[in-house]
């Protein structure tokens, strides 16, 4: 919320958030497609070698399998460290004199992860209840705060959805401003396809991925409007909302004048992220094993506990990286390493999204045939692909962008250098190693897990 302020104001906001909504629902039901067809944890990358050009598809999937896993590495680190802030932020209303430092982040990113990756080893069947719960609580959460804040909170007159505010220093190229704002509402929208990379431990995988990943991003979009609406009404002014350490916090408290119930209403926040990284440790470290199980990792992150059922050297991986990149928080605020990662993550992932959407284009235009799955977008198909590419390439576009102006060391988007690296990073493994001895994805593991997936 705070950048889409920052960079537009409540016109941004609005506008931005539809424009994505529409975006992602393309991106869902290409990505959606593609699972029907073959519903396995590598997905992406699956995906590319399957449909790719013969000439490109096996440097286009190890490319894309790093994209893809890096993409998911870095989005749990900025889900964690959104946790955090909602807790740092509880402690704020209760203790005025509290300042959260970027190591203070850091310290209890590392504490939560930790019983995180004790809970994928040693309590793994309880994770899809706590999601269970954490599902409820977010559908009860999400009538209490619009109710509260239609009801008590104030109300800004109707001309204020249109406001436009720069106070980036992008004043010059409202444009870029504008891209830049809706930033926010796109990393929102990120991970949807968490779902694809659970498929291999899901029944009837075929169509209850698809399905599930498609109709999660309608309702959310949904609910989202709503509350991006409700939001809008009830902040105030813009220049107060940008001098808030938190901006939620502050709409809160403005509306119910209450610390305990503005606390109450931010720790039902606080649980469902948390119980959102829990499960994205569990989907992540299936990503990380599956990439090792294909051979884009070394072997022994494909290792699958025999005692626990679950591959607990990828966990253990999983969170290691999670706690290294939240160590960004160290020496800047949370705000300025949290805009990193976010940038980081959905710059990768849109990548990885770019290059398996872009293969099923390719499948289509050259009349090759493409047996669809049990959920697909028959004649709309080609049309929605094209959609979805062309809004993955835009956003793709403005993603390193910087958010403030000038720039400086400690306002820098660092999303874009460290992207450069990590692709730098698969472009020498390849030629040192990949080129001449990686012969793609295990296609015999592949076609038994297809094979079964309608079960």
Same mark, same amino acid.
């Given at each position: 919320?705070?950048?889409?302020?920052?960079?537009? =104001?409540?016109?941004?906001?609005?506008?931005?958030?539809?424009?994505?909504?529409?975006?992602?629902?393309?991106?869902?039901?290409?990505?959606?497609?593609?699972?029907?067809?073959?519903?396995?944890?590598?997905?992406?990358?699956?995906?590319?070698?399957?449909? %790719?050009?013969?000439?490109?598809?096996?440097?286009?999937?190890?490319?894309?399998?790093?994209?893809?896993?890096?993409?998911?590495?870095?989005?749990?680190?900025?889900?964690?460290?959104?946790?955090?802030?909602?807790?740092?932020?509880?402690?704020?209303?209760?203790?005025?004199?509290?300042?959260?430092?970027?190591?203070?982040?850091?310290?209890?990113?590392?504490?939560?992860?930790?019983?995180?990756?004790?809970?994928?080893?040693?309590?793994?069947?309880?994770?899809?209840?706590?999601?269970?719960?954490?599902?409820?609580?977010?559908?009860?959460?999400?009538?209490?705060?619009?109710?509260?804040?239609?009801?008590?909170?104030?109300?800004?007159?109707?001309?204020?959805?249109?406001?436009?505010?720069?106070?980036?220093?992008?004043?010059?190229?409202?444009?870029?401003?504008?891209?830049?704002?809706?930033?926010?509402?796109?990393?929102?929208?990120?991970?949807?396809?968490?779902?694809?990379?659970?498929?291999?431990?899901?029944?009837?995988?075929?169509?209850?991925?698809?399905?599930?990943?498609?109709?999660?991003?309608?309702?959310?979009?949904?609910?989202?409007?709503?509350?991006?609406?409700?939001?809008?009404?009830?902040?105030?002014? $813009?220049?107060?909302?940008?001098?808030?350490?938190?901006?939620?916090?502050?709409?809160?408290?403005? %509306?119910?004048?209450?610390?305990?119930?503005?606390?109450?209403?931010?720790?039902?926040?606080?649980?469902?992220?948390?119980?959102?990284?829990?499960?994205?440790?569990?989907?992540?470290?299936?990503?990380?094993? %599956?990439?090792?199980?294909?051979?884009?990792?070394?072997?022994?992150? %494909?290792?699958?506990?025999?005692?626990?059922?679950?591959?607990?050297?990828?966990?253990?991986?999983?969170?290691?990286?999670?706690?290294?990149?939240?160590?960004?928080?160290? =020496?800047?605020?949370?705000?300025?390493?949290?805009?990193?990662?976010?940038?980081?993550?959905?710059?990768?992932?849109?990548?990885?999204?770019?290059?398996?959407?872009?293969?099923?284009?390719?499948?289509?235009?050259?009349?090759?045939?493409?047996?669809?799955?049990?959920?697909?977008?028959?004649?709309?198909?080609?049309?929605?692909?094209?959609?979805?590419?062309?809004?993955?390439?835009? $956003?793709?576009?403005?993603?390193?962008?910087?958010?403030?102006?000038?720039?400086?060391?400690?306002?820098?988007?660092?999303?874009?250098?460290?992207?450069?690296?990590?692709?730098?990073?698969?472009? =020498?493994?390849?030629?040192?190693?990949?080129?001449?001895?990686?012969?793609?994805?295990?296609?015999?593991?592949?076609?038994?897990?297809?094979?079964?997936?309608?079960?």
């Amino acid at each position: 919320m705070y950048f889409a302020l920052f960079n537009g =104001g409540p016109q941004t906001f609005l506008f931005s958030f539809i424009i994505v909504f529409f975006g992602a629902i393309s991106q869902a039901a290409s990505l959606g497609e593609m699972a029907s067809i073959q519903p396995v944890a590598g997905a992406q990358y699956h995906w590319t070698y399957y449909m %790719a050009p013969t000439s490109v598809k096996r440097f286009a999937t190890w490319i894309q399998g790093w994209a893809t896993w890096f993409g998911y590495v870095s989005l749990l680190a900025a889900i964690a460290n959104v946790t955090i802030i909602l807790l740092e932020s509880m402690i704020s209303i209760n203790h005025p004199d509290y300042v959260a430092g970027g190591w203070h982040t850091s310290v209890l990113v590392i504490a939560m992860c930790l019983v995180h990756g004790l809970m994928n080893v040693y309590a793994f069947k309880l994770i899809p209840w706590i999601e269970l719960v954490a599902g409820v609580l977010h559908v009860c959460l999400f009538v209490i705060f619009v109710v509260v804040l239609v009801v008590m909170g104030p109300r800004n007159p109707s001309s204020f959805w249109l406001e436009r505010s720069i106070s980036s220093g992008w004043e010059q190229n409202e444009y870029v401003a504008w891209n830049l704002g809706m930033l926010t509402c796109v990393w929102s929208f990120t991970g949807f396809d968490s779902a694809i990379h659970m498929s291999e431990e899901t029944r009837k995988a075929k169509s209850a991925v698809p399905r599930a990943m498609f109709w999660s991003i309608f309702m959310n979009g949904v609910l989202g409007f709503i509350m991006v609406n409700v939001l809008i009404s009830a902040m105030g002014s $813009v220049e107060d909302m940008l001098l808030q350490p938190s901006q939620i916090q502050a709409i809160l408290l403005n %509306a119910t004048g209450s610390n305990k119930a503005t606390t109450a209403m931010i720790a039902g926040l606080f649980i469902i992220s948390f119980s959102v990284n829990l499960a994205n440790i569990a989907s992540v470290s299936r990503l990380t094993w %599956a990439w090792a199980r294909d051979g884009g990792m070394p072997g022994y992150f %494909a290792y699958v506990s025999p005692n626990h059922r679950v591959p607990v050297r990828s966990v253990v991986l999983t969170v290691f990286l999670v706690c290294a990149l939240n160590l960004l928080n160290i =020496g800047n605020t949370s705000y300025v390493a949290f805009g990193a990662i976010t940038s980081l993550s959905s710059l990768a992932l849109y990548i990885s999204y770019a290059i398996a959407i872009a293969s099923i284009i390719y499948v289509r235009l050259s009349g090759s045939t493409l047996k669809l799955g049990e959920w697909n977008l028959g004649r709309f198909g080609l049309s929605i692909n094209i959609l979805a590419l062309v809004y993955t390439l835009y $956003v793709i576009i403005f993603l390193p962008f910087p958010s403030t102006l000038p720039v400086t060391s400690e306002n820098m988007n660092y999303c874009g250098p460290v992207m450069v690296a990590v692709l730098a990073i698969a472009v =020498g493994l390849w030629f040192a190693h990949a080129r001449k001895n990686w012969a793609g994805p295990n296609l015999t593991i592949l076609d038994f897990v297809v094979a079964n997936a309608s079960e």
